[in-house]
């Protein structure tokens, strides 16, 4: 049986014992814990010292019983094994912390239960919610309305009200693959990505064919794979491999997918990048620029989205207006497409 030293020894330090050993006052120790509150400097020093001493941390899920605030933010992400998904809530989670808010991360894949999700960000009184790519959106939006919790939806479509949306300019993005293949002489293109078409990569695929209608080229069948990851792309590859249309120009959801694609057209071999055919891509993650791949693509900016999007939901949780912001892309132009 563990005796009364060992309970004491293992036992929490609460605010009361930092207030003993700095010899203030317990709401000195609680105004020295709140961003803002007004307490002397000096105070606050005795308080952190004694807190460091022993061990003291300020119980933040027990204080919102009585704010009627966690500062919990709940991040609903997937597809992470996608770089460009890790950077971006990587630093949406590093800019939470920067602004003194807590990420409670949930993720998401095709399959599971939305209600068990939106139960569980309910049950913790998050202050506020980021809903990232292939997320559903709606039921988790309506119940951010009817519960008041302010949310901002990243890289996904608008859903009315007052939500956020923080987005890239898709439309752009599949012009720019369009132009970019034109400009490399190519004038038999196709399409390959993910069957399941997710908002943003419907919209680049649209604006891409819309553009080819408009330079006077004709698209053959698409090439689908089941994900928009590596996999993938070596299957649509293999499709693409086994039709061997006449095209000499290729425009990829994505760039995982995309380098799924070229591993798998230099694992059958016969075919040379770009004399043969030409390919533009989406994203500009790390791995595009790598030698092996050096891949031209349309580049998004995950820092700008993460900014943008905390920016949007300090405005919500604020109860100011919010609405659609539409960030810029850019093309990078490296060895898949052609120097004319």
């Known amino acids: 049986m563990m005796g009364e030293d060992s309970q004491q020894r293992f036992r929490q330090p609460t605010a009361d014992d930092v207030a003993r050993l700095a010899g203030v006052s317990r709401s000195a120790v609680s105004r020295s814990f709140t961003p803002g509150a007004s307490v002397a400097p000096a105070t606050r020093e005795k308080v952190r010292e004694?807190?460091?001493?022993?061990?003291?941390?300020?119980?933040?899920?027990?204080?919102?019983?009585?704010?009627?605030?966690?500062?919990?933010?709940?991040?609903?992400?997937s597809d992470l094994e996608h770089s460009l998904r890790s950077i971006l809530v990587d630093k949406l989670a590093r800019g939470l912390v920067a602004r003194d808010f807590?990420?409670?991360?949930?993720?998401?894949?095709?399959?599971?239960?939305?209600?068990?999700?939106?139960?569980?960000?309910?049950?913790?009184?998050v202050s506020g919610a980021i809903v990232t790519s292939d997320t559903p959106p709606r039921a988790i939006a309506e119940e951010c309305i009817r519960h008041g919790v302010p949310l901002v939806l990243v890289e996904k479509a608008p859903v009315g009200g007052n939500i956020a949306s923080v987005r890239h300019d898709h439309t752009e993005a599949g012009r720019l693959a369009a132009d970019e293949l034109y400009r490399s002489g190519c004038r038999r293109l196709a399409y390959a990505g993910q069957r399941r078409l997710s908002y943003s990569i419907g919209k680049r695929r649209d604006?891409?064919?819309?553009?080819a209608a408009e330079l006077g080229i004709t698209l053959t069948d698409p090439f689908f794979g089941e994900r928009q990851n590596h996999e993938g792309g070596e299957e649509a590859a293999r499709a693409f491999l086994a039709a061997m249309p006449s095209v000499d120009g290729i425009y990829c959801a994505?760039?995982?997918?995309?380098?799924?694609?070229?591993?798998?057209l230099k694992r059958e071999g016969g075919l040379r990048l770009p004399d043969d055919l030409a390919l533009v891509a989406c994203d500009d993650i790390p791995e595009a620029a790598w030698a092996s791949y050096n891949l031209t693509t349309v580049r998004q900016d995950p820092a700008a989205v993460a900014s943008e999007a905390l920016t949007s939901l300090g405005r919500a949780m604020a109860e100011e207006e919010t609405g659609e912001t539409i960030l810029p892309v850019t093309l990078i132009r490296r060895a898949t497409t052609r120097a004319l």
């Not at 004694?50 to 992400?77: C, D, H, I, P, W």
């Not at 807590?102 to 939106?118: E, H, K, M, V």
């Not at 994505?254 to 798998?264: C, I």
Request: zero cysteines; proline letters at 3%; a positive charge.
């Open 50 to 77: 004694a807190a460091e001493k022993l061990g003291y941390r300020v119980n933040f899920l027990a204080r919102s019983l009585s704010t009627q605030r966690t500062n919990l933010v709940a991040m609903v992400v």
């Open 102 to 125: 807590r990420p409670f991360l949930l993720p998401w894949s095709a399959g599971d239960n939305i209600s068990q999700l939106i139960d569980m960000m309910l049950h913790y009184n």
């Open 207 to 211: 604006a891409f064919a819309l553009r």
């Open 254 to 264: 994505n760039d995982f997918f995309a380098l799924g694609f070229l591993d798998g």
